[in-house]
């Protein structure tokens, strides 16, 4: 047999190094504003359209490539930031392994145009999985423009795998907050489809943060800094009770690389033991300076994971610097080791209308079973469903359920009489509601049935275009990031449906005038919106629900009584009348069950002896 090691064609080779370094559109963004980076610009734009599906243009005012480099950066391992193994070992740029270009020329088609200041022609290449198809000299503004068009077309069965435009321009987004935030001094902005995203002058860190996340960041953070022999640490923090549900918000930075990185971020998480609303995700934007020689980068194609000498070390200062600046703003629980949730124990000198409350708060007055005016929500159940509990176990009894009944004939169960229901619910835990049926009793879920009720209310409110809106006596601004306004506006209709008055009011402002009735008042309307947005993103991510079920979804979990909400009786009697005039009473939201029913023939069984 002859011999059948063949070497792969570079477009080949080419297009299998692509799998690695570009998987979205989004990894292409980063690939080419890092680059605009590393070629010194101080003015980047990124322009998408389609998600980047169809376009991914930068356009950089950096060094430009003479027409020899710009030939060159599309070849595989062509690049002009390391030499020799040893520079490795020394990396301050972003990029350093020479595959980007080449691998995204593979793949899309390419339209490079790029001049340096000292020359008075610029080049302009025009390249299509991996063959130049055009390139000529052309008069061109000192800097770059890399076009980056119909990604994966010659891969479809990559192009096919891409996810929703929403879910491709989320990465990029992502991405490109990554990068602003690295690099505040450098101008960037983000179009997508004629929108303009993002505007951000050069500026500082604290402004940058701000202005990537919304104007009303500028007073949550909290500054760190720390110089060490091995690290040095700046950045800033959030306060804890603006921690979020989500961990979007947090950021490190190793040599100004973004990082992901477990191990660290439990160091800044343990430092706010004990001061952090449960489940909920502190804000940090924290950057590590660490001598190059010390860090391994090379680990990860796409370098978000790092590898570091001084792991023990670099996590014990995180720590303490997190710690003490918590400590310096008067944000650290008192030095009682043992407590449990912070906030009533907190120590403060400080005026207190520099403290604001945690994030989610309702009126612990507020009855969330009192009837409304408007008769539009209480729905007429349906026909299958019981309206009334007790009547439970006459259905399950009539479909011949023999498992549920007890007919008195079962000798070994003491107290077979069993009273005809109607007993009082009462509450376990201010969490579990138990009520007697026939049959034995019902557990129920107080905050799975309360979000179960809210949600198809919610709904059918959608539905009926009328939620009920109650006003504010001081209509609020709320600004937002720029996606954020724009997720606004496209969900506009039905935010107003919900009961939200709300309109836009300026640059990525709105100005909210009224809530939905259900929530109570004493809430602030900024609050109101923004946990509805990111509970919003949340379930976008997590569930594949039409737009309005997620909202409803969204505004039923924020508003819903939560463990440890006592209940009277008759807001007990209440809440499982409309549980089960619900359509499905024992789904909750998560799709779990939200009643378990324990029959008195089980509980015998259990007690028998042998
Ligand atoms: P790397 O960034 O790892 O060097 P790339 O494939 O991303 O590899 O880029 C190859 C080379 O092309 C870079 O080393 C750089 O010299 C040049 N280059 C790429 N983008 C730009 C740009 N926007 N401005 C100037 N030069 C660039
Ligand atoms: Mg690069």
Redesign the pocket.
């Known amino acids: 047999m002859s011999d059948i090691i063949q070497l792969l064609p570079d477009t080949v080779a080419n297009q299998i190094a692509a799998g690695e370094v570009v998987q979205r559109p989004a990894s292409a963004v980063k690939?080419?504003i890092?680059?605009?980076i590393?070629?010194g610009?101080d003015k980047i734009r990124l322009i998408v359209k389609d998600a980047g599906k169809s376009l991914i243009q930068?356009i950089?005012n950096?060094?430009?490539?003479s027409v020899t480099?710009a030939r060159?950066?599309?070849e595989r391992h062509?690049?002009?930031?390391?030499r020799e193994a040893a520079d490795l070992f020394a990396i301050r740029?972003?990029?350093?392994?020479?595959?980007?270009?080449?691998?995204i020329a593979a793949i899309a088609h390419v339209e490079l145009k790029?001049r340096r200041v000292e020359d008075e022609l610029g080049t302009l290449i025009e390249i299509e999985g991996s063959a130049v198809t055009r390139q000529e000299p052309a008069a061109l503004p000192a800097?770059?423009s890399?076009c980056v068009k119909n990604l994966f077309y010659n891969i479809p069965a990559r192009r096919n795998f891409l996810k929703s435009n929403p879910v491709e321009m989320r990465h990029i987004v992502d991405e490109f907050q990554r990068v602003a935030l690295a690099h505040p001094h450098i101008f960037f902005s983000l179009h997508s489809d004629d929108q303009e995203l993002f505007h951000l002058p050069g500026e500082s860190l604290k402004q940058r943060i701000v202005h990537v996340f919304g104007n009303t960041y500028n007073q949550r953070l909290v500054p760190v800094e720390e110089e060490t022999t091995i690290i040095n640490l700046k950045g800033f923090i959030g306060k804890p009770e603006f921690a979020k549900k989500t961990r979007g918000e947090q950021f490190f930075f190793v040599n100004n690389r973004f990082v992901k990185d477990p191990y660290l971020n439990h160091a800044v998480v343990k430092a706010y033991e004990g001061i952090l609303p449960p489940d909920s995700f502190p804000l940090y934007v924290l950057f590590i300076e660490i001598d190059p020689a010390k860090i391994d980068i090379n680990v990860h194609p796409t370098k978000t994971e790092i590898k570091y000498e001084d792991e023990r070390a670099i996590y014990a200062i995180l720590q303490s610097a997190v710690k003490r600046s918590l400590g310096r703003y008067n944000i650290t629980p008192t030095l009682d080791f043992n407590q449990e949730t912070g906030f009533s124990h907190m120590i403060s000198p400080k005026p207190l209308e520099e403290i604001t409350p945690p994030s989610i708060t309702f009126n612990p007055d507020f009855n969330p079973f009192e009837h409304t005016k408007s008769g539009s929500r209480k729905q007429a159940p349906s026909p299958s469903i019981p309206q009334n509990w007790d009547t439970l176990y006459q259905i399950t009894e009539k479909k011949g359920d023999t498992q549920l009944g007890l007919h008195g004939n079962d000798a070994d169960v003491p107290g077979e009489h069993v009273q005809p229901a109607k007993k009082q619910p009462f509450q376990l835990h201010n969490r579990y509601i138990i009520s007697q049926i026939h049959s034995g009793f019902i557990l129920i879920d107080q905050q799975a049935a309360h979000e179960r009720i809210l949600f198809e209310q919610f709904c059918q409110q959608l539905e009926n275009r009328q939620g009920a809106s109650q006003q504010s006596l001081f209509p609020q601004t709320v600004t937002l990031s720029g996606p954020d306004f724009q997720l606004i506006m496209d969900l506009l209709p039905d935010i107003q449906a919900l009961g939200f008055q709300i309109r836009e009011f300026g640059k990525h402002t709105f100005v909210v005038e009224g809530i939905p009735a259900d929530l109570t008042s004493g809430v602030s309307e900024r609050q109101v919106l923004e946990q509805l947005l990111e509970d919003y993103k949340n379930n976008q991510a997590a569930l594949k629900l039409p737009k309005r079920e997620k909202l409803a979804r969204s505004l039923a979990k924020h508003a819903a009584i939560k463990p440890g909400m006592a209940l009277s009786a008759d807001d007990m009697a209440e809440l499982i009348d409309k549980l089960f005039a619900c359509e499905m009473p024992n789904v909750s939201l998560n799709g779990k069950p939200i009643i378990l029913t324990f029959t008195l023939q089980e509980l015998s069984a259990r007690f028998e002896r042998d």
């Open positions: 690939e080419l890092e680059n605009a590393d070629a610009a930068v950089d950096g060094c430009g490539m480099d060159l950066c599309f062509a690049t002009s930031k390391i740029t972003m990029g350093f392994r020479g595959e980007a270009l080449a691998s790029t800097g770059t890399i």
